[in-house]
């Protein structure tokens, strides 16, 4: 059995994953309860994996994380503007 | 400037990002607004990458992905712990 398919299985479940998030809060306008810290960590992690992925020309380590960025800035940017407590520091 | 260096940030920032994500579950006693299909469909996901990570022989992949596991799980198990909707159907 070829070693990829676990990447590429691993690969595709974690960069979909964020679609049903995403889904959810545009249909709750909610998303209180996920920390932002954690969105923009994320989000600055999946950058560098885009950087790392296009120097080292791996066409799949980009894609996945391509996709992964736009679903978790939409997820960021949905979070931001449902939030509630926006005029509220939010500690972590 | 090494390469590895961008995929070294990467992989931190990815895997310590769940981190406060978890602290603010515990704090709240709410997930709510967190999708039980994301978290699976991660989870799965991530184990398929441990899976990957230990046939390719990568120590960065299954060690980075083993955090990112205990730490996924451990915000899975206190979002079903702390559901008020316990019993109601969660659709996504």
Same mark, same amino acid.
């Given at each position: ?17 964020? %679609? ?14 996920? #920390?932002?810290?954690? %969105? ?22 980009? %894609? ?11 997820? %960021? ?5 449902? #939030? ?9």
């Amino acid at each position: 059995m070829n070693i990829d398919i676990f990447g590429y299985f691993a690969a595709i479940l974690t960069t979909a994953a964020f %679609l049903p998030q995403l889904i959810k809060t545009l249909k709750t306008k909610k998303a209180d309860d996920i #920390s932002f810290t954690t %969105l923009l960590m994320f989000i600055i992690g999946v950058m560098f994996w885009i950087i790392y992925g296009y120097k080292i020309s791996s066409t799949p380590i980009l %894609l996945s994380n391509l996709i992964t960025l736009i679903l978790n800035l939409l997820i %960021l940017i949905s979070k931001i503007y449902f #939030s509630k407590t926006f005029n509220e520091k939010e500690s972590i």
